[in-house]
């Protein structure tokens, strides 16, 4: 079964703070992407990469960067946390052609105080 | 602005009642895929549709491609309270970068037993 493994479920960090949220998928998959989403806003794509130190802008990248050194490992940094942050997070992975699922990790619920 | 609009945003239905989920896109698409997120959790792949007017059932849901690739259906037949979640298009919208979808913003299901 393929993974998609987020670091954290929960995450509580202050306003300010540099919050890493990390994700890593066993597929051997060549695209990796951030999404954000809230209530009735569906799911915001912030970054995807589709190749290792490749990466795209999606269509809410304001206030985020990221980073993928390696393949099997794509990292969501907000550079100074905003409570207009506090959402779900969602990695997901998949192979780097065309006709390919994605695969997501469980989620991490960020709550920006 | 978004890509692939989603309709409705949310529908109720009694248990055994039909229920639909459309999906447009302004341009062509080179795929469709169609995702299940459950209350609490992430999206999970349902299918993926790739040949204008394309047609396939996935037992009580049936899903469609239109012949010009713009759009795409959901359809599920004599709902059950297992069928509660939201349901997500995502498409490749043609000429985008490799891999790259671009998500409707889901319909939410609710059945009422």
């Known amino acids: 079964d393929v993974k998609v493994t987020q670091s954290s479920r929960y995450l509580v960090k202050r306003t300010g703070e540099k919050v890493f949220l990390e994700c890593v998928q066993d597929?051997?998959?060549?695209?990796m992407f951030w999404y954000r989403q809230d209530p009735g806003l569906g799911l915001r794509l912030i970054y995807f990469s589709y190749d290792v130190k490749m990466k795209e802008k999606g269509d809410i990248p304001e206030g985020y960067s990221v980073s993928r050194e390696k393949k099997e490992r794509f990292s969501l940094i907000l550079e100074s946390a905003s409570t207009n942050q506090t959402s779900m997070y969602l990695c997901?992975?998949?192979?780097?052609?065309?006709?390919?699922?994605?695969?997501f990790g469980q989620g991490t619920r960020l709550t920006v105080v | 602005g978004q890509q692939v609009m989603q309709i409705p945003q949310y529908q109720h239905v009694q248990e055994g009642e039909d229920f639909t989920t459309y999906c447009n896109s302004s341009?062509?698409?080179?795929?469709i895929q169609w995702y299940k997120q459950r209350p609490g959790g992430h999206p999970v792949f349902l299918i993926q549709?790739?040949?204008?007017?394309e047609v396939k059932k996935q037992k009580r849901l049936t899903f469609q491609f239109g012949e010009a690739k713009k759009n795409s259906s959901l359809h599920i037949t004599a709902t059950q309270t297992t069928d509660v979640g939201t349901y997500f298009c995502?498409?490749?919208?043609?000429?985008?970068?490799?891999?790259?979808?671009?998500f409707g913003r889901g319909t939410q299901l609710t059945v009422w037993p």
């Open positions: 995502a498409g490749r919208i043609r000429g985008s970068t490799l891999g790259r979808l671009y």
């Open positions: 597929m051997d998959h060549e695209n």
């Open positions: 341009t062509t698409l080179s795929n």
């Open positions: 997901a992975s998949s192979l780097g052609h065309t006709n390919t699922e994605a695969f």
């Open positions: 549709l790739v040949k204008s007017g």
